[in-house]
């Protein structure tokens, strides 16, 4: 078992989605429940912080939320 590894979890509380080191076996939320990573889901294990905050930040972008991409307002050139 490695202790360099991060994985996204979601917290079964407050659905958040986080980075939590492996390292650990617990991970506090931000809501306060402390997620056990043995039994936690791990969505994605990356090798390292960065590599998993940037994969969290594609899985938190809102997909259906009302918003449409800029390029919808973009004049279509003739
Ligand atoms: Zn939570």
Do not use: W
């Not at 509380?13 to 791990?42: E, F, N, P, W």
Request: with cysteine; proline share 4%.
């Amino acid at each position: 078992m490695t202790d360099s590894a991060f994985a996204i979890i979601g917290c079964p509380k407050c659905r958040r989605m986080q980075v939590a080191s492996l390292s650990h076996a617990t991970k506090t939320c931000a809501c306060g429940y402390k997620i056990d990573l043995s039994k936690a889901k791990l969505l994605r294990v990356c090798e390292s912080a960065d590599d998993a905050g940037e994969l969290l930040r594609s899985f938190a972008a809102p997909k259906n939320s009302g918003f449409v991409s800029a390029s919808e307002f973009v004049p279509k050139k003739e």
